[in-house]
C-alpha cells in the first residue's frame, strides 16, 4: 500500500510558477507508475501528466504539454509537477496517484492510491 501527501500548491499570478511535491511512503514507490490529476470548481476530474515507473516515460494532456514537466524521485520516494505559464484555467486542486499498471496510464480509474490534493489557484 502506498499512503501519498502533495505539497506545494498556491497562489500565484498568471504567467507564474510552482512546483508540486507528492511525498509517498512505503519502501514501494518505484514500482508504480505516478500520475496527476486536476479538478476545478465544478467540473470533472481532468489528467494532467503520469509518468512511468522508472521515469523514463512521460505522457501530458494537451492542455498542459510544453508547459507542465513531471519528474520523479525514486530515492527519495517523491514525485514532482513543475508548472510554468501558470493561467487561470489551471486554477484546481491537484492530486498525485500511483498505479500498479506499466506505463503512464491516463484514466483515472487505473490509479488505486489518491493523495489528498493540495489547491493552486491562478489569478489574472
Known amino acids: 500500500q502506498v499512503q501519498l501527501a502533495e505539497s506545494g500548491g498556491g497562489l500565484v499570478q498568471s504567467g507564474g510558477s510552482l512546483r508540486l511535491s507528492c511525498a509517498a511512503s512505503g519502501r514501494t514507490f518505484s514500482l508504480y507508475a505516478m500520475g496527476w490529476f486536476r479538478q476545478a470548481l465544478g467540473k470533472e476530474r481532468e489528467f494532467v501528466a503520469a509518468i512511468n515507473w522508472l521515469g523514463s516515460s512521460t505522457y501530458y494532456s494537451d492542455s498542459v504539454k510544453g508547459r507542465f514537466t513531471i519528474s520523479r524521485d525514486n530515492a527519495k520516494n517523491t514525485l514532482y509537477l513543475q508548472m510554468n505559464n501558470l493561467k487561470p484555467e489551471d486554477t484546481a486542486v491537484y492530486s498525485c496517484?500511483?498505479?500498479?499498471?506499466?506505463?503512464?496510464?491516463?484514466?483515472?480509474?487505473?490509479?488505486?492510491?489518491w493523495g489528498q490534493g493540495t489547491q493552486v489557484t491562478v489569478s489574472s
Open positions: 496517484a500511483a498505479s500498479r499498471r506499466g506505463g503512464t496510464p491516463n484514466y483515472s480509474p487505473l490509479y488505486e492510491y
